[in-house]
């Protein structure tokens, strides 16, 4: 018996280590001036680490009660002119999520997660510039 709630435990264990889809996408009310400069910026980071023309794209839908915003189809279009395939389900493409929000009064922050495990974070002006002194973070 005793072998039994082991292995059990174990599958259980195991179960919360898989990796799992990167989860919604979440944009608060956006800088207008800097919507399109992140996400210029976020397809620079992409591209650098996939190589556009060989990699397909899922965007992972904003949270339920969001209307589309102007962040994402500001970095649909960006990836889509970069040469990356935009996937309609996530199958075999790459799933990514974003979060955009407001840190400071002029201070957003963006983090990328996709679904291969690599995280990608950054902060920026509300004129969309990166910050500076606010590295870039990474998460292979």
Known sequence: ????????LLLCLAACARRMPSGPSWCAAEPPAGTAAIAEDAVALLAATYPPGHTSIHLEPAQAGQDENAFAAALES???????RIATAPGKALTLA?????????VWYLRLRLSDGKTFARTYSSGGEPEAGRSLGVRP
Do not use: H, Q, S
């Not at 960006?78 to 990356?84: C, M, N, P, S």
């Open 1 to 8: 018996m005793r072998r039994i709630a082991f292995v059990f």
């Open 78 to 84: 960006g990836l889509r002119a970069k040469g990356f």
């Open 98 to 106: 974003y979060t955009l929000d407001a840190l400071e009064e002029n």
